[in-house]
């Protein structure tokens, strides 16, 4: 494997595995959670003051020394993402935003046109943009043309725990665009076997939420996860064998002895 | 004067900076917010000479937890 890191923008990590933060509310969980995923970026959001534990959550996240990937989770429109974004940047001092912006309440699937519109926009800005969006080869083409440094395709709607719906879809992309931006693999994970599945079809990393955060054991489906995605990404590169209708021997028959 | 502030009206009985106004509404944060008024951004760099003036649409969010 030539390059074992993944590169965001000047962020250079060596888990492929970025962790969301949302869907737990016990920060001691979260915590065990990240360390045991070995994780190097973790995704916050940003909420009026006053509407959670953030300042616990600060704390436990400067304590970590993990990287943050703020996001523009909630935004139904270019323009609110762009500020919401703006508002990060200032916040996090970082450039790098995971872009959401989400077409209802119900499936939470990504909106393109106003996804294309805020990636432009952000780009220009010298964001270094990851968009979250539709498994759709061409969407992943015009987020490319308007300057998105990561592509983060869904394997299935947020939080459905259904895992990769069109495998296919995902092939596409990265046949396209696996050396020219990361391609993440975001939303519906539901087990380890979608994160390994997604790091032996190419993807660079995935990102995981509510598969860890809501599990009966976070810190322990957080390890498990972390595992699946080392092994899906070690795969990959090995080379698997072909598949074959008939069996083929791997013991030799050359020297096998004859009883009759 | 009054303000919206994060959806509500707030009376302020004197002008403010945002530094000001961060203080008196988010003491306990250490200064990790951010600010938008009438929908611009802010900068940190700004808090200090920016005055808050009647009728601005403030909103100050923080880190919360997200996906």
């Not at chain 1, 996804?115 to 943009?129: C, G, H, P, R």
């Not at chain 1, 895992?163 to 939303?187: C, S, T």
Request: net charge neutral; proline share 5%.
């Amino acid at each position: 494997m030539k390059n074992d890191t993944l590169k965001l923008g000047n962020l250079e990590i060596s888990s492929r595995l970025i962790l969301g933060t949302g869907g737990i509310t016990n920060l001691e969980l979260l915590s065990q959670a990240i360390k045991e995923s070995q994780t190097e970026l973790v995704t916050v959001a940003l909420r009026r003051i006053g509407n959670s534990n953030s300042g616990s959550l600060i704390k436990l996240l400067d304590e970590l020394k993990v990287n943050l990937l703020p996001n523009t989770a909630g935004s139904k429109t270019a323009q609110e993402a762009i500020l919401t974004a703006k508002l990060a940047r200032d916040l996090f001092e970082t450039n790098l935003i995971k872009l959401e912006v989400i077409a209802d309440d119900t499936t939470l699937l990504p909106d393109p046109i106003e996804l294309v519109a805020a990636t432009e926009s952000l780009a220009n800005e010298d964001f270094i943009v990851l968009c979250y969006t539709n498994d759709d080869p061409v969407i992943a083409r015009r987020l490319y043309s308007a300057g998105a440094a990561a592509i983060m395709p869904l394997g299935a709607p947020i939080g459905s725990g259904l895992g990769i719906r069109n495998p296919h879809n995902i092939e596409l992309i990265l046949n396209e665009f696996k050396n020219k931006v990361p391609i993440i693999l975001d939303a519906g994970i539901g087990s380890p076997k979608d994160a390994l599945f997604a790091m032996e079809l190419g993807c660079d990393a995935v990102l995981v939420a509510s598969a860890i955060t809501r599990a009966q054991n976070p810190p322990l489906m957080a390890r498990a996860m972390a595992l699946a995605v080392t092994a899906g990404y070690l795969a990959y590169h090995s080379g698997r064998i072909e598949k074959r209708f008939l069996a083929k021997a791997s013991t030799p028959l050359k020297g096998k002895p004859t009883f009759n | 004067m009054e303000v919206k502030f994060n959806g509500k009206a707030l009376f302020l009985d004197e002008q403010l900076c945002v530094q000001e106004l961060i203080k008196r509404v988010a003491p306990d944060l250490d200064g990790k917010v951010a600010v938008a008024i009438n929908k611009e951004v802010i900068p940190k760099s700004s808090w200090q000479s920016h005055k808050i003036t009647e009728g601005d649409v403030i909103e100050i969010v923080t880190i919360a937890q997200g996906g």
